[in-house]
């Protein structure tokens, strides 16, 4: 019974540089979700996945955030020519069904990023 | 706007106290309500949650939440404080009807430190 993997757990890189982190939610999850969390605040909505639908990217901060996921599987949030502002833990959840209330979310423990 | 509310940036309590967690909610309908807690470099794991029905209630880790439709709150409560409950806590929202983003909205966060 594993949960929702991400990795790495840890990441610290050079502003400008590219970065992919990774997230393997739980088998049979449908939905999958991206978060954000800066430092002392709450989680942000980045992006989800449901299923084969076209995913909800409207959290998104900018177009050099993107992410993909093949099917019900691996996801993969990229961010382009990394700034300061992007250092924070990415999280992602997964849930059996996007837009079911009674399905919780499912995290992981996230990647924190740190953009020197 | 809607939005979710943690007045409460930080929390000190003794070992043994009983301990409130405040959360206020403003959206056009009662959404679906939950707490959530994070400890230092993990996910986030689901305390409780409410959908209808009974106005209390109860979850993991000896916790309650009363829910109260006048005060648009969803407080959340303790008895007596352990010193495993020094973590992070968010109060999040899931809207009750489509057409804004079906997606858990969290507040700032809580931060609860625990004295011996």
């Known amino acids: 019974g594993a949960g929702v993997s991400q990795s790495p757990s840890n990441k610290v890189t050079e502003k400008g540089k590219d970065v992919e982190l990774r997230c393997d939610p739980i088998s049979g999850h449908t939905a999958l979700y991206w978060y954000r969390q800066r430092l002392g605040q709450g989680l942000e909505f980045l992006i989800y996945?449901?299923?084969?639908?076209?995913?909800?990217k409207s959290g998104l901060p900018s177009d050099r955030f993107s992410a993909e996921r093949t099917g019900e599987s691996v996801s993969t949030l990229t961010i382009q020519r990394t700034q300061q502002e992007d250092s924070a833990v990415y999280l992602c959840?997964?849930?059996?069904?996007?837009?079911?209330?009674?399905?919780?979310?499912?995290f992981g423990d996230g990647t924190r990023l740190s953009i020197l | 706007a809607q939005s979710v509310t943690q007045p409460d940036i930080h929390i000190t309590v003794s070992e043994g106290a009983s301990l409130e967690l405040r959360c206020n909610y403003s959206?056009?309908?009662?959404?679906?309500l939950f707490w959530y807690v994070q400890s230092p470099g993990q996910g986030l794991q689901l305390l409780l949650k409410?959908?209808?029905?009974?106005?209390l209630v109860q979850g993991i880790k000896g916790f309650e939440a009363e829910f109260k439709r006048s005060q648009s709150s969803f407080n959340l409560r303790k008895p007596s404080v352990h010193w495993s409950d020094a973590a992070e806590y968010f109060c999040a929202v899931f809207p009750l009807f489509s057409g804004s983003a079906r997606q858990l909205t969290f507040g700032s966060g809580t931060q609860l430190t625990v004295l011996p």
């Open positions: 996945f449901q299923g084969n639908s076209a995913p909800d």
């Open positions: 959840a997964s849930s059996l069904e996007q837009g079911a209330v009674n399905q919780p979310q499912h």
């Open positions: 409410y959908f209808s029905g009974d106005t």
């Open positions: 959206y056009g309908a009662t959404p679906y």
